[in-house]
């Protein structure tokens, strides 16, 4: 059976409920018509101009990201600037996006869940719970490591089986860990609600200084694995989903993972 715009709305819908999202956020359909038909389907972090551009040259029509492409009301349409000249591109070549961002980060089975399977956590519980009250959903994890060991040996555990380039963390580095606080992208806000936790350390991104001295004042730990690395995880995950979504209603598409995407920050 064939697919359209409106039938990935639906799947994400499923997968990853919009009431899930937090008020400020923007998920769901960004650009595009509900009626327009799906052969190909492209999962993405962000909606970059590279992404875009893959998208155009594997005849993708619909384009499936973490981040919104539209997050801020629009004041007006300047195809002149790179953000208008990428609505343009999308809707010359009939390419919509659809976005599942707070909603995917909350949501049992979603971003955070899937970071404290790889950092190998049991008995897991919700950092801040969904203010739908919804089981097992809401910002952030706080799980137990299978057993305790010092911060440093942790950050250095996290980075290999990881496969990151590097990474940061704060506290003292003999601190014993027993339990992690895990929240992907940027975990800023939860900071309060992370020191409120009975979490040994906090695993996130997009760390700032003084939260960080905040942490060491506090005698807890904080690794920052970075936003790009603590979320690109979940591309392949969605992309399963989607497949196997489709699959189950009788319908036909192929789900593509995006390969040219990369953290854009740079170490010398």
């Known amino acids: 059976m064939s697919v359209k715009v409106n039938d990935i709305i639906r799947a994400l819908e499923d997968l990853a409920p919009s009431r899930l999202a937090e008020e400020w956020d923007n998920v769901g359909l960004q650009i595009g018509h509900p009626a327009w038909p799906v052969r190909r389907i492209l999962v993405a972090l962000d909606p970059t101009p590279g992404v875009v551009e893959e998208a155009i040259r594997d005849g993708v029509n619909l384009i499936v990201t973490h981040h919104p492409l539209i997050f801020r009301p629009l004041r007006k349409l300047d195809l002149a600037t790179v953000s208008g000249a990428l609505l343009q591109r999308l809707i010359e070549q009939r390419i919509a996006v659809i976005?599942?961002?707070?909603n995917l980060d909350s949501v049992h089975g979603g971003i955070?869940?899937?970071?404290?399977?790889?950092?190998?956590?049991?008995n897991i519980t919700v950092l801040q719970p969904a203010a739908t009250d919804e089981a097992h959903c809401g910002l952030g994890r706080v799980g137990e490591l299978a057993q305790p060991v010092p911060l440093s040996t942790l950050?250095?555990?996290?980075k290999q089986g990881m496969g990151l380039s590097q990474i940061r963390y704060a506290g003292d580095p003999q601190q014993r860990v027993a339990r992690v606080a895990v929240c992907s992208g940027s975990g800023s806000s939860l900071l309060e609600v992370f020191l409120a936790s009975p979490a040994d350390v906090f695993v996130?991104?997009?760390?700032?200084?003084h939260d960080a001295r905040d942490i060491e004042a506090h005698r807890r730990g904080i690794i920052d694995i970075g936003h790009f690395e603590s979320e690109r995880i979940v591309v392949q995950h969605l992309a399963e989903r989607l497949s196997a979504w489709l699959a189950a209603e009788g319908l036909r598409a192929s789900v593509l993972q995006a390969k040219s995407?990369?953290?854009?920050f740079k170490s010398v």
């Open 99 to 102: 976005t599942a961002h707070t």
């Open 112 to 122: 955070n869940d899937i970071l404290t399977e790889i950092l190998d956590l049991s």
């Open 155 to 158: 950050a250095a555990d996290i």
């Open 204 to 209: 996130t991104g997009d760390v700032r200084y």
């Open 261 to 264: 995407e990369a953290t854009p």
